[in-house]
């Protein structure tokens, strides 16, 4: 079972930034917040990830709360091509061979 | 490049066949996975591999068999298709060495009819 919980759905307008949060309150120490995205039709995209520290790359910023059971994934300026399901996953550190456990994810619809 | 890269990407068979789905991984990764994502669309676990050894087997139907020729490869076999095996298969990989960062391809969209 997913150990994050999302919301359904958001909607963004085009060239906002677009906040998504996710809680993971029962995250442990030596896990990972993760954050994937799959745009319709296509396989599931790495976007993301951080242990406690935010994080920042070329596709957007992941800010996770000091006492860890929360986080928010900040896409800066929203564009159409963003429109997908994004997933907050935890997993452990060395995880290995675990797989990825997928929650229901949420909707956004970037409008323009 | 295509780093996962899966075949078919589209396959519309009949039921009571068997087919084969291939995947492939140029990222010398050491662990690749299937994945399942149905009508609703979760996205579940069916099995990994790690270096062409079975780790985790879902409680998938004995109707799968993946096979892993080399840790490149991991191909899954469905035997006896039936309607309900209508669905995306994802593969995808990663390695358990050096990142946990699990790569995924395409998709390949299994029809049942």
Redesign the interface.
Known sequence: DAKTTQPTSMDCAEGRAANLPCNHSTISGNE?V?WYR?IH??????II?GLKNNETNEMASLIITEDRKSSTLILPHATLRDTA?YYCIV?P?????T????G?GTRLSVIA | DTA?SQTPKYLVTQMGNDKSIKCEQNLGHD?M?W?KQDSK?????MF?Y?NKEL??NETVPNRFSPKSPDKAHLNLHINSLELGDSAVY?C?S?D?GSG????????SWLTVV
């Not at chain 1, 550190?93 to 061979?97: E, F």
Request: no cysteine.
């Open positions: 990972y993760y799959q039709s296509q396989g599931p995209q790495y990830h399901v997993r550190r060395n995880s290995g061979n797989p990825l456990v997928f229901k | 996962v662990t996975y994945y669309k979760f996205l579940k676990i990994s790690n780790i985790i994802f995808a990663n358990r946990n960062t699990i790569y995924f391809g395409e998709g």
